[in-house]
């Protein structure tokens, strides 16, 4: 669905599915590409404007993929989790790639960590910067890794291309004076990665 009438959607995958449900990968005549969700989409269509992003779409008979229109039901994001997990408040969370600060759904965040996903991201459009930043200038290629839901085969991965061990080269290397910067040009990693990774291990 798209409410920009400047932007055409020109090509829509056959339904994907990502954590769970029914999603699409759109690509309109502007060159941008993303995913919809198909639930949020029906909503979106639904009240007649976009959602925003503290607002959750929830099926009511928790069937994730039951998206028929009177089994949806927009909550808050906090009256969501407090739906889902009364108890458990909001998990806190650092983005990896923008380290802004942010909040969750813990059983979300679990079950994509699960899952075996990288992360945590505060948002699609950090989690699509992020997966696409080795192949500047090609965005389908992050955005295809992240319709399939799948790790980046052989891209850009924290935790294989930033392993211990190179995280204390590089550390060293900074320490010697040599900048982060540099460091993380060579690497084809952003910066924020590379910090973020050096304060989770203890190395700053
Ligand atoms: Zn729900
Ligand atoms: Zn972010």
Request: glycine letters at 6%; a positive charge; proline letters at 3%.
């Amino acid at each position: 669905m798209c409410y920009n009438s400047s932007m055409k959607e020109v090509y829509r995958s056959p339904v994907c599915f990502i954590e769970g449900y029914r999603a699409y990968a759109v690509h309109y005549d502007s060159g941008k590409k993303t995913t919809v969700l198909e639930h949020r989409e029906l909503m979106e269509k639904f009240i007649g404007r976009k959602l925003l992003s503290n607002e959750h779409v929830h099926h009511k008979d928790e069937n994730k993929l039951n998206n028929s229109i009177d089994n949806l039901e927009i909550l808050t994001a906090a009256d969501h989790a407090a739906h889902h997990n009364p108890t458990e408040p909001m998990m806190k969370l650092v983005c990896v790639y923008c380290n802004n600060k942010f909040e969750r759904i813990p059983y979300r965040e679990r079950s994509e960590r699960k899952r075996g996903k990288f992360g945590p991201f505060c948002s699609r459009v950090c989690s699509g910067k992020y997966f696409s930043q080795d192949t500047t200038g090609d965005f389908s290629l992050g955005k295809a890794r992240k319709v399939s839901g799948r790790k980046p085969k052989d891209g850009i991965h924290a935790s294989k291309k930033l392993t211990y061990d190179i995280l204390v080269s590089i550390r060293n290397r900074i320490a010697n004076g040599e900048s982060c910067r540099s460091i993380a040009n060579e690497l084809a990693v952003d910066r924020s990665t590379i910090s973020y990774n050096l304060k989770k291990n203890n190395l700053k």
